[in-house]
């Protein structure tokens, strides 16, 4: 069996402030739509959908922890991207490294308090 990762689905409060929000600071295209409700983006090789969080779809619809965290990579300067977050008041930390890890990244969250991270490849 081969499978590949295609979507990740995120159950959201404020689907319309997400989309916005990953549009606009990472230029990911709309690929569907349903107003309020949900959207699919294009975010590369995975497509980020964002749904609607209802009790019925979902047991969590808090806003204060998430057990997921979305992963980018990017070939671009990290430090500036990071800059630029910052100027747009994104909430990022610090960029970091691990022995062995050849990769440097940052994490950040969105306005729902979902984590992300931002990775680039050092070797």
């Keep these: ?3 590949s990762f295609g979507r990740v689905i995120l159950f959201v409060q404020h689907v319309n402030a997400l989309r916005h929000f990953y549009v606009d600071n ?3 295209k709309v690929l569907e739509e349903i107003p309020d409700e949900w959207v699919v983006l294009n975010s590369g ?9 209802t009790p019925s779809n979902t047991a969590a619809g808090s806003t204060a922890e998430s057990n997921v965290k979305l992963v980018f990579q990017t070939t671009e300067d990290l430090a500036g991207l990071r800059e630029l ?12 490294s691990f022995e062995g890890f050849p990769y440097i990244h940052f994490d950040g969250k969105d306005p729902e308090g979902n984590v992300f991270q931002i990775m680039q490849r050092v070797n």
């Design 1 to 3: 069996m081969h499978l």
């Design 85 to 96: 977050l910052i100027r747009n008041n994104v909430s990022v930390m610090e960029i970091k």
């Design 45 to 53: 090789i995975c497509e980020l959908a964002l749904h609607k969080a």
């Design 26 to 28: 990472f230029q990911f």
